[in-house]
């Protein structure tokens, strides 16, 4: 199959394409004929090796990078009964031991496989699905009550701006940080109750207007000392939900308790998600799509100005 690999860690010229065997697929596994696979800040990351031997197993060389994608399915292993050949499918994977999403095919556990939404075209679900997970995971751990109100930090991007609409789906008051006027209107068109500009705009002043007895909970998408200042907005019985990755921590500690998390990739939470997003209008702003033989200025765009999420178009 084709792919793109990277032979050592390093820079964005590291990346190369070339022709790499097809991964074996298990009894328990999904082999998928990726069509649209997500780019991600994490893969700039992970290029650079700051991942390697995080996961508890060794990297190993090719090295395939794409922690999300969605296409059809082009085979299963014996143990798989419930998705055919030929479904529309996405999935959240993790590229380390056995190769990521930046290839024609990718291998995943059943468990982590999900069918596409009828109404969601594959584009969008190429870049989903950890970003989605990620969000409905934090809302999870916050467990507010319809007219709670809510900050989403970073509501722009990928994660954020699909935190949004899950939140909204659940009748929770969201004020929205974005970034830049087009962060801003994103985030008023999905469904923000308020939204406002966190490179510009006075944040916390914002937050207090919104709720002048402090803000129930924050997702927070991105860190920095703009996000901390932000945090004195969350009442004292409030809490914060900050995904694991999120740069850079926190170098004081806000008034409200913060739990670290991962995003849950299983098939009771996909299959929530499928809930909502047929059930909504919910959708994922794709920025920029890339050929995969363009993935080096897909790499490039991640350190410009966008909202929403990049994504590589496999074929």
Sequence with gaps: ????????FGGIDELSARRIPLPQVGDDD???RVEFAGVGSWDAVEREGDYDGAF????????VLGWDAAGTVAAVGR?????DVGERVYAATMPVPRGGFYAEYGVVEAEYVARVPDRLPTEQAGAMAWDALTALSGLDLLGLRPDQTLMVFGASGGIGHLAVQLARHNGIRVLAVASGDDGVALARRLGADHAV???KDDVL????????????AALVTVGGEIAERSLRAINNSGRIAWPNGVLPVL???PGAPVSYY???????????????VQASSFEVHVARTFPMERVEDAHRALKDHYVGKLALKVR
């Design 1 to 8: 199959m084709n792919a793109v690999v990277l032979d050592r």
């Design 30 to 32: 999904v082999l998928i």
């Design 56 to 63: 508890g197993v060794a990297s190993a060389f090719p090295y």
């Design 79 to 83: 143990n798989v009964t419930r998705l």
């Design 197 to 199: 500009d966190g490179r």
């Design 205 to 216: 002043a914002a937050a207090f207007d919104f709720a002048p007895g402090g803000l129930d």
């Design 251 to 253: 170098a004081t500690s």
């Design 262 to 276: 991962d995003g849950d990739r299983s098939r009771t939470t996909t299959d929530r998600l499928n809930a909502i």
